[in-house]
């Protein structure tokens, strides 16, 4: 190695979005040109092709910044400080992370970082304009979007069941056969029609969504909702995605961001049909609550403070204008009279609220895909253990068999003794119960494999009957989904276990004891 010399990495980007970058080539160049000026050792190159600028999406980047741990470079070299990060934020992070290493970054273009006052501010300047120049290219898309929206026209994403768009004036306009589909729901429902009726005849039409699926509960409600279908054009109603990355289409923006627009769509559903709907949805909203008022505490063992760590647990009071007794969960050590600032929460409210979030995040049909991948992981794990248990019952069977050959050839020599007899009584017996775990091993092995028309159905099945349960039902549906439910002060969290889902949906009850 030759004396005097930094080593050094380099990293390189290229955003297709960006026309004015520099090629990957040319930055290279300057960088080596760079390097050789500077008595600068390049030992290796990081180099992202087509992403975007998102941290996550940069996998050399991540890989750079795990390789600066074994200290074999010092300098991080790039072309311009914008190829680092485009957030001023993670950039920080980042170079924070590489400074713990005693590595640093060096810009080709922007090379008075050496850590004097101006190339600090130079730096922070720098960084601010990277950091403009993505939020401002955020800004004029969205203005666009905006400016679209105002126009009525579509903002990209799938059309809502009824609707095309034209793809050169991007105006919305009805699919005759589509807006009869929702005009029949619509209809179904306001004559007290149940969601199940409603999609057994949308069923027996072979009618589907807009994705080309058979219709479910969420996919109704979703159409009931759709202002749309009454002539109001729509912008920015879903919530920007949450920290999983997952856009969580429950939650809507704030009202100040959400275009709306009457008579902006073609109308499908006429105003006075599509009130009587939002009315009966309300009103059938409050069934599933006062449904559960009576029913005695389902999440006890599962409900946790989440300020002191104590269980929280079922209790009656009485209250309000006409003295009538109302449930709720409480903390246990405020219960005992010990310090716990945390609030009572109402039994049925919180009880309806965790069986809707099983409903919504776990037994939908959008996620099925997802859930089947679950599941598929979930049985690889039980087949395997499963496969094994076969093979190890097979091999004592086996065993046996021979064991029993050898004492019926000694018999029917005429060696015969009362031990052996007692021996042979034995190894019969235990044939015929390994045979039997054989038996329900193998049926088991084969029921639980699910394919995909199957869990649909039973995803459906159970979601039009969970309200029928019975108590019983319902405390096992909650103990089989949710590993825990933590009562915050303003918020409750509620996590959910995948496990079990087999069981309950394939409606066995109960998970299955492995044989010993
Ligand atoms: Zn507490």
Redesign the pocket.
């Known amino acids: 190695m030759k004396q005097g010399y930094r080593i050094a990495v380099v990293y390189a980007r290229y955003s297709s979005d960006n026309q004015r970058d520099a090629s990957i080539d040319a930055q290279l160049r300057a960088i080596h040109d760079y390097a050789n000026k500077n008595n600068i050792l390049i030992i290796r190159e990081y180099i992202d092709r087509a992403k975007s600028g998102t941290t996550d999406q940069r996998p050399e980047f991540l890989e750079m910044i795990n390789d600066s741990k074994e200290k074999e470079f010092e300098v991080v070299l790039v072309h311009k400080l914008d190829r680092f990060s485009r957030d001023r934020y993670d950039s920080a992070i980042y170079k924070k992370k590489l400074s713990n290493q005693g590595v640093k970054v060096l810009s080709v273009l922007e090379p008075m970082l050496d850590g004097s006052p101006e190339s600090i501010m130079l730096e922070s300047i720098v960084e601010g304009y990277s950091q403009y120049y993505s939020a401002n290219l955020k800004r004029e898309v969205e203005k666009g979007m905006k400016e679209n929206a105002l126009k009525c026209l579509h903002n990209g994403g799938q059309a809502p069941l009824g609707y095309g768009v034209d793809p050169e004036t991007k105006k919305y306009y009805i699919i005759d056969e589509e807006a009869n589909i929702v005009r029949r729901i619509f209809d179904m429902y306001i004559n007290n029609k149940g969601y199940s009726e409603i999609i057994n005849s949308l069923n027996s039409l072979g009618a589907k969504t807009k994705k080309g699926q058979s219709f479910g509960k969420n996919s109704i409600y979703g159409i009931l909702k759709n202002e749309k279908y009454k002539g109001v054009y729509i912008f920015n109603r879903s919530a920007p995605k949450d920290a999983n990355n997952k856009r969580n289409h429950h939650k809507s923006k704030d009202d100040s961001e959400i275009i709306k627009i009457e008579g902006g769509m073609p109308v499908i559903i006429d105003a006075i049909t599509f009130d009587q709907a939002q009315e009966l949805l309300k009103k059938n909203k409050h069934r599933a609550g006062s449904y559960l008022a009576k029913k005695p505490y389902l999440l006890s063992g599962i409900v946790e403070?989440a300020?002191?760590?104590?269980a929280m647990t079922g209790s009656t009071a009485t209250g309000g204008r006409n003295k009538s007794s109302y449930s709720y969960y409480m903390?246990t050590?405020?219960m005992n009279k010990k310090k716990?600032k945390?609030k009572n929460v109402r039994k049925e409210y919180l009880e309806e609220f965790v069986l809707q979030m099983i409903l919504d995040n776990l037994l939908v049909e959008d996620n099925v895909d997802e859930l089947i991948e679950n599941i598929k992981t979930y049985q690889q794990k039980k087949h395997a253990d499963s496969d094994l248990e076969i093979e190890s019952l097979t091999a004592l069977l086996n065993d046996n068999k021979v064991k029993i050959n050898n004492i019926v050839d000694s018999i029917s020599q005429g060696i015969s003794s009362p031990a052996l007899l007692k021996k042979l009584n034995e190894l019969e017996n235990e044939t015929s119960s390994l045979e039997n775990k054989l038996r329900s091993e193998t049926q088991e092995n084969i029921k639980s494999k699910v394919d995909r028309k199957d869990l649909l159905s039973a995803i459906n099945q159970f979601r039009t009957n969970i309200f029928k349960s019975s108590e019983n039902e319902l405390k096992t549906i909650m103990r089989n989904f949710v590993e825990k439910v933590k009562i915050y002060i303003d918020h409750v969290e509620v996590v959910l276990k995948l496990d079990h889902i087999l069981c309950v949906i394939g409606g066995g009850g109960g998970s299955r004891t492995r044989v010993r």
């Open positions: 403070c300020l002191c760590g104590h903390c050590k405020k716990c945390n």
